[in-house]
């Protein structure tokens, strides 16, 4: 059975840092890419980073360059998100997503808050 957790969401106050992870089981995790989106109320599900099954290559969101960090750990099947210098506009749910060719799953999301 497939399963995506994640884990490690809460509520940080501007400027803070936060770290967020997803557990993976059930298929190959070292032959997936990975990424991370982020869906506030009222809004659309954004890509917010990717990373290659070997982790050779990562892209990010223009919103989030530079603050945010992605990478992955094939060994323990986890891929995690580094959040620095959060802003507000970063609060939202995050989803992990597994992909590779037309298969992908998702995970069921963690709340992040960024509030003073």
């Known amino acids: 059975q497939v399963q995506l957790v994640e884990s490690g969401g809460g509520l940080v106050q501007p400027g803070g840092s936060l770290r967020v992870s997803c557990a993976a089981s059930?298929?190959?995790?070292?032959?997936?890419?990975m990424s991370w989106f982020r869906q506030a109320p009222g809004k659309e599900r954004d890509l917010v980073a990717g990373?290659?099954?070997?982790?050779?290559?990562?892209i990010y969101a223009d919103s989030v360059k530079g603050r945010f960090t992605i990478s992955r750990d094939n060994a323990k099947n986890t891929v995690y998100l580094q959040m620095n210098s959060l802003k507000p506009e970063d609060t939202a749910v995050y989803y992990c997503?597994?992909?590779?060719?037309?298969?992908?799953?998702w995970g069921q999301g963690t709340q992040v808050t960024v509030s003073s």
């Open positions: 997503k597994a992909h590779k060719g037309r298969v992908e799953y």
């Open positions: 990373i290659s099954s070997v982790g050779g290559v990562t």
């Open positions: 059930g298929f190959t995790f070292s032959t997936y890419a």
